[in-house]
């Protein structure tokens, strides 16, 4: 399954080509594959590539999160062009019960474009997963871009709402 990042957390569309986010089966799990424009902003984190990397969502990251809506257990997959990861377990908003969980990742950067692969375990995800969304954040200072590929429709937004930092 393939899947277009083509609007703003806020249902804008972007102003460049989208990030494409791939799914499919894997050996052992689920292959997530991205193809994403390089913005290179902010620069890198210092962690080595192919390593869990704390607060990788402030760099310029393509997410995936997939939840068990019964349970409100969700899996939280962060992955960056400069080969760095972050994977979490949480349950309820913003409580990990699991973190910087080892992941089969590599990255490359061609020019202005990044392509990424990760391995995502089938023992990671929650049992009954049954909503999933997926992000791109670049960008620093008032910059700072978050793309969604379900965005919270203009119709529902609420004068002064912000990204879910």
């Not at 990030?19 to 902003?41: C, E, L, R």
């Not at 990251?61 to 962060?78: C, G, P, Q």
Request: net charge negative.
């Amino acid at each position: 399954m393939e899947f277009v990042i083509s609007t703003t957390w806020d249902s804008l569309p972007v102003d460049h080509d989208p990030v494409k986010v791939t799914f499919s089966p894997g050996d052992g799990g689920m292959k997530m594959q991205v193809s994403a424009p390089f913005f290179n902003n902010p620069p890198g984190p210092s962690g080595p590539p192919g390593q869990p990397f704390p607060g990788l969502w402030n760099y310029e990251v393509v997410e995936a999160f997939f939840l068990d809506s019964t349970t409100v257990n969700y899996l939280e997959v962060e992955v960056c062009p400069h080969g760095q990861h972050l994977v979490l377990l949480l349950s309820g908003r913003g409580h990990a019960f699991m973190q910087q969980l080892p992941l089969s990742f590599t990255a490359t950067i061609t020019g202005n474009r990044w392509e990424g692969e990760a391995l995502l375990p089938w023992c990671y995800f929650p049992p009954n997963v049954n909503k999933m969304n997926s992000y791109a954040i670049h960008g620093s200072g008032a910059g700072r871009t978050y793309e969604s590929l379900y965005p919270v429709p203009q119709a529902d937004l609420v004068e002064g709402q912000k990204p879910n930092l």
